[in-house]
C-alpha cells in the first residue's frame, strides 16, 4: 500500500502544513459546536455570535438611594426656597429599585430632610431622569455581547448572564490521544533495565494540549511492534478528534510509525525541512489527523507548536497558536542553513526596556533546556543567519511579565547558582535568576554584549595571583564596573568513592582515564595552570578533551564506568559522593555593570547573598567561604 | 459584639491590605503543601526545589545510529586508507543505545562501509567521545530541576520525569465559596419579578478564581436574612480556604453583610478609597478570610483584583496577581481625586508600536463595559490627575497579542458595528474590531489624538449638503486623510409598535415623551437641524435632555413604558420591533489617516466591508444601502 502514500520529504513547514491542509480539508476539522451551560464555559470559543436576550437593567432604575419624584413637580425648588412633598409625590427608593410612571427622576438620600407626616424636604430642583439608569443602559436586548470566535473570559460570562444568556453554543475543547511507542521505554518508578528509557514527552504533550484548552488522553506505553502500533492507532483515531504518536528515540523508530500509519492511513508529509523536529510525520488514519512527533523532548515541543498547536486551533475554527511571539533585538551573529527554517534557543533579557534575545546551544537538546531557556528564536529557511543587532521573533516559554523580574546571569558554573534560584523567588517574591553556563570568559564576553545582567567568573591573573578584577578591567576598559563578591570554593580531584586507583594530585592524572571541563571554563584554565606548572603536558592526559559542561555533569562521569577522574568543586563531589583530593581555593564573585547595581531585582540577589538562609545551604554543601558574600567592589 | 470590630474606613488600599493580613497572619494563609503525580501537576506551584533523582541519559549512549568503536584503534584511518574492523573491535548501534567500555565513541551510519565477514570499514579516524551523549548530559542526579514557588509548566513535567521525579511538593489549589446574597437575584432562566436583577457576579467571581488556579463553589443564592446569611458564612468559612460574598446591589445591603460578619467573625475593613469599588468588606469567620464583594460588576472586578487574588496567591506563598500589567502613554488628560485611588477603564491600541491608553467612560459602570475595555488605567489615590502623554500602568483585560492586531473605532454607533466585530475575526482569523461609541464629533477628535485607528462618522455640512469630507477638512488641516466608505443609513423616528399616538414626523414631537442621543452625535446635530428647519424650539421637546448612548439603547427606551418616541437608525427600530417614520438618509462612513490604509488588520477592515457576506447581513437588518461601501476617498 506504500505506493498509496505521495508524501512530501523535508520540505518547508509552510508546505508540509498545506499539503497536510489539503489532505484533511480545513472544514472537516472544525468541530460541530455544542450548547453548554455559560456558567461552565471558561475559556471555550463562540460559535457564533451572541445577541442579549435581555436588557439590563430590566427597566429603568435607580442609581442613587434616595426618593424617586416626578421632576416637573420640584422645579423652583432651591436653597432658599425649600419645597416640601407631600405622601404619593414621592417614593422612598434604594439603589437598583425600578422607577415607574410618573417619576421620572431620584434624589439622593443625602439631600432631603424628613419633614412632618411623612413628608420630606427638598431644596434643589431634580433634573429629568436625573440619577436613574435608563432601561438596557448597559446591556440591550439584540445587541451584540460576543462575536463568534471568542475565547470567553470570566467577565464575558457576567455580561452574557445579564443580557439572559443561560446557554452559548461554541465549539467543543477537542480530544487528543498520545501514543508512546518504544520497547525500551518504561514508566516513571518502572523497573530500569540496561537500556530503558523513561517516558516523558507523552506527558509533556499531554500537558501541552490541555494548555491550549483541548482535553489529552495518554495512552499506555506500546512496545516496537507494528501490528500492536497500527491497532492502538486505530483505536485512537476512532474515538479521539487527533492523535499523536511520541516516537521513542533509538533508530528507524519513524520508519517503523510510518510504516504502521501508511498501512491503515495515508502520510501526507514525512520530515521536514526545520532544525530541530526534522522527523515529523503528518497523516491520516480514518479521516483523523494523527501526528508523529520525534522523540527528543525540543523537537517533540517544536513539532508540537508547529504541527499540533494548529490543527487544535482549526478544531475550534481559529488560527491562534499556543506560543506568544515577541520582537527582540539580537545579541550575537547567527549562521544558519538554507536546508531548513532554524529554531535557536534564547535567553531572552529585558535589557534598559529592550528585549534582547542569546542565543544558547543549538541541537535537538534536551528536557533541561526547555525548562532554562526564555524561547526560541526563529531563522527562516530563506536565510543563511542573523547579524547581532537584528529584529527576531522569539517564541516565548515563560511571561514577559517574569523575564522582566528576572536577573539573567550567564558565566561559570557553581552548585550556588541552584541554591540562590531557589531562594531569591521565596524571600523576595517575584523575583527569579536564570542561568546559562559558558564558563567564566564567555560570560565576561556575554556581559559586555549586554546579554546578561551577572556573569559568575572565577578567572586567576597568573601575573598578580588576584581573582576577576584584572580581567574585568582588561575586558572592560573605561566603563563603569563592579564586583559582587561571591564565595572562596575549593577545587581539587574528584575521584570514585574510596578513591580505588589511590590518585593523589596532578601527577597521578596521566595514569587515568579523565573527564575535563569545556574551553572557556575558569576550571579548565586552573587545570591548564596546574599541569603547566607541574609540567605534565596536556598530551599525556586520557580524556583531557572530553568535555563535561557542568560541575556536576562531570562528577555524574567521574561516578559512571567511563572515567576514573575529573576536576571541579568540593561541594559536586559531596554531592554525587565521590573522594576529593583538594588543589586549591579560588574566588568566584559576579562581574556586573555599576549601572545595574540599583536595578530592583539585583539589589534582592546581592541581599540573598547576605541573608542567612543562603549560608546554612553553604555550610551543608560544603567547600564554601562566605567572608565577603555580598559586598560590592567598584571597579573604577 | 460589634466593639469587637475595630474596622478601619476608608483607609487606602495600601492600609486596608496591610490591616487585613496582620489580622490573617500571611504565615497562617499559606496551604499545607501536598504531595501530587508529576503528571497532574500543570499550573501548580512547587513548594521546595525539586532536585534530580536519576541522570538523564541514565548512563553514556549514542548520539548516532551507527557502529560503537574504541578511538585510540581507529587512528590513521583515512580517506586513502580504509581501516578494515573486525567482529568484536566494533558494535552496531543505534541512538540511545548505552555505550560499554571498551568502546569510547560512535562512527556514523553513512560513514561506514560494510565488509566481508561482518567487517566494517571505515575512512576516518573516530575522536575519543565523538557522538556519544554522555551520562546526565541533560540532567545530572541531584541537580536542582526546579527551584520552589514555580508554576509547573509542560516542559518542567518533561524535564520532572526525565530526572526520574514521580511526585512533587506542591500548594494545592485554593478553594472559594462564593456566596451570592440578595433577595432580588434570581437564577438565570428564572421567573423574573417586577424588581429582579439577574445574578451574574457570582458567576463572574467563581470564574477569575479558577482562572487564577483555585477551585471555586458557587452557593446558591441568600436572601437578605441575616441567620441565613450568617449560617451560610459559617458553613462555608468550615469547608473552604477563602469566602466571598457577592452583595446585591440594593441600598443597605453592604451593611447588612457587615452586620453578618461581624456577629460571626471580625470584620479589618469595611469600605476602601477606591474608585470604583469602595464598599470591599475584609473580616475574618473561622480563622479563614471572607471578602465582601460590591454589587456593581466593575467594582466587583476590582475587588477581587486588588484584594482576592492576592489572598489567593498567599495561599500558594507568592505575590503573583492575575491581572497584566503594561506601561502605556495616555491620549488625554485625566483628572482624579485625592480621596481615592480610581481605576479607569481604557481602549489600549498599539499606535505605531507604541501603547497608547485612551480613557472611557468612568463610575461603577456595568457588566458591558469589562467586556468591551481593554484594561485600567490607575489614577493614585497621591495624584489629582495625570497629563496627555504620561506614561501610566494599564492593568490588563485582554492580551498584548489580541490588541496589536485590533482596529480601535471609536465615533458614532451604528449595527453595523457589531456585524463587522463578527465578520472580521471569522473571515480573516488574528484581527479583531473594538468600538467605543461617543459619537461623530468626540470620534474625529480621537482619531486626531491618535487613539484610534478609523473614526465611524455621520457629519453633515449644512453648507453643501456634502457628508463627512467638509468637517474632516476641517479638523485635519494638512494631515493626510482618508474616508472609507460605508453605508447609507435611513434615520427617522421610533415610535412604539402600532404607533398609537400617530406620530407622522419632526411635528409631532412637541406633544410625546421624546428620548434624544447624547451630545456630539451625529444623529443629535441630525435632529437638531431637522427642529431648526420646522421651527421648532428644543424647549418644546419633553426629553430633549434624555440621553440614550446608542441606537440600541434608544429603541429600549422607547420599546419600555417610560418614552413615546426617539431618534434613530431603521435597523436598530426593526431590531426591537419599533415603529418607525423615516425622516432622511445619510451617509455613514470611517475616517482614518492616510497612512493607517496599509496596515494588515485595517486592510482585513476594508475587506469585510465589500464581502458578500457582510450585504447579505445589512440586507437582513435592513434600512441600509452599500452602493460605494469599501471604497477609500483619499482627502487630500
Known amino acids: 500500500m506504500a505506493d498509496r502514500n505521495l508524501y512530501l520529504n523535508n520540505g518547508t513547514i509552510e508546505e508540509s502544513l498545506d499539503l497536510f491542509a489539503s489532505l484533511l480539508g480545513k472544514q472537516q476539522l472544525v468541530r460541530e459546536p455544542v450548547l453548554v451551560d455559560v456558567k461552565n464555559s471558561l475559556g471555550l470559543r463562540t460559535a457564533q455570535p451572541v445577541f442579549a436576550l435581555a436588557n439590563s437593567p430590566l427597566r429603568d432604575c435607580a442609581a442613587m438611594d434616595g426618593i424617586a419624584v416626578i421632576s416637573a413637580k420640584t422645579q423652583g425648588a432651591g436653597e432658599s426656597r425649600p419645597l416640601e412633598l407631600a405622601k404619593g409625590e414621592f417614593e422612598h427608593i434604594d439603589t437598583g429599585d425600578p422607577i415607574y410612571t410618573p417619576f421620572d427622576a431620584v434624589i439622593m438620600a443625602e439631600d432631603i430632610v424628613e419633614g412632618n407626616g411623612g413628608r420630606v424636604i427638598i431644596r434643589a430642583a431634580a433634573a429629568p431622569w436625573q440619577h436613574v439608569r435608563p432601561v438596557g443602559e448597559d446591556i440591550v436586548q439584540g445587541e451584540m455581547i460576543l462575536p463568534r470566535g471568542h475565547a470567553i473570559r470570566p467577565f464575558d460570562i457576567g455580561a452574557l448572564l445579564s443580557g439572559g444568556i443561560s446557554e452559548v453554543l461554541v465549539y467543543p475543547k477537542p480530544t487528543a490521544a498520545i501514543i508512546p511507542t518504544g520497547t525500551e521505554l518504561v514508566e516513571i518508578g518502572g523497573k530500569i533495565e540496561e537500556d530503558s528509557i523513561i517516558d516523558s514527552n507523552s506527558w509533556m504533550l499531554a500537558a501541552l494540549v490541555e494548555e491550549a484548552g483541548g482535553a489529552a488522553t495518554r495512552l499506555p506505553i506500546v512496545a516496537d511492534d507494528l501490528e500492536s502500533i497500527k491497532k492502538t492507532l486505530l483505536d485512537a483515531a476512532g474515538s479521539h478528534d487527533i492523535v499523536l504518536v511520541s516516537a521513542g528515540t533509538s533508530a528507524g523508530r519513524e520508519d517503523y510509525t510510518v510504516r504502521a500509519i501508511s498501512e491503515i492511513g495515508q502520510v501526507a508529509v514525512h520530515g521536514v525541512a526545520m532544525k530541530p523536529g526534522k522527523p515529523v510525520i503528518l497523516a491520516i488514519v480514518e479521516g483523523k489527523p494523527v501526528i508523529g512527533i520525534p522523540g527528543y523532548p525540543v523537537s517533540a515541543y517544536l513539532a508540537y507548536d508547529t504541527f499540533v498547536a494548529p490543527v487544535l486551533g482549526a478544531m475550534a475554527n481559529t488560527t491562534q497558536a499556543s506560543a506568544q511571539t515577541v520582537k527582540a533585538t539580537l545579541s550575537r551573529k547567527m549562521v544558519s542553513s538554507l536546508k531548513y527554517r532554524e529554531y535557536v534557543r534564547v535567553k531572552v533579557g529585558d535589557v534598559n526596556g529592550r528585549l534582547v534575545a542569546s542565543p544558547l546551544e543549538r541541537g535537538a537538546g534536551a528536557a533541561m533546556s526547555l525548562v532554562r531557556a526564555d524561547g526560541f528564536c526563529i531563522i527562516g529557511q530563506e536565510s543563511e543567519g542573523l547579524e547581532a543587532g537584528s529584529e527576531v521573533d522569539v517564541l516565548l516559554c515563560r511571561s514577559l511579565e517574569e523575564l522582566g523580574s528576572t536577573v539573567v546571569s550567564i558565566g561559570s558554573h557553581d552548585l550556588i547558582l541552584d541554591v540562590i534560584a531557589d531562594l531569591l523567588p521565596n524571600l523576595y517574591p517575584g523575583n527569579h535568576l536564570s542561568s546559562v553556563h559558558v564558563g567564566s570568559m564567555g560570560g565576561l564576553l556575554a556581559l559586555r554584549n549586554n546579554e546578561a545582567h551577572i556573569a559568575p567568573t572565577h578567572l586567576l591573573d597568573e601575573a598578580t595571583g588576584a581573582y576577576n578584577v584584572p580581567a574585568i578591567k582588561t575586558m572592560f576598559a573605561g566603563v563603569p564596573m563592579a564586583l559582587i563578591k561571591g564565595v572562596g570554593r575549593v577545587q ?45 603536558p596536556t598530551t599525556t592526559i586520557n580524556g583531557y578533551g572530553r568535555e563535561a559542561a557542568t560541575h556536576m555533569a562531570l562528577a555524574a562521569a567521574v561516578k559512571g564506568p567511563g572515567a576514573d577522574a575529573g576536576i571541579g568543586v568540593l561541594s559536586a563531589a559531596n554531592a554525587m559522593g565521590l573522594d576529593f583530593i583538594p588543589v586549591g581555593v579560588e574566588e568566584y564573585d559576579f562581574a556586573i555593570h555599576a549601572s545595574d547595581l540599583e536595578k530592583e531585582h539585583v539589589r534582592c540577589f546581592i541581599e540573598v547573598l547576605k541573608h542567612p538562609q543562603f549560608h546554612m545551604q553553604l555550610e551543608a554543601l560544603g567547600g564554601y567561604s562566605a567572608g565577603r558574600c555580598g559586598e560590592v567592589e567598584i571597579i573604577g
Open 492 to 536: 581539587g580531584i574528584m575521584a570514585k568513592a574510596g578513591n580505588p586507583l589511590g590518585i593523589t594530585g596532578i601527577e597521578s592524572l596521566p595514569d587515568v582515564r579523565f573527564v575535563n571541563r569545556q574551553r572557556g571554563a575558569g576550571t579548565r584554565l586552573l587545570f591548564d595552570f596546574l599541569l603547566k606548572n607541574a609540567g605534565i
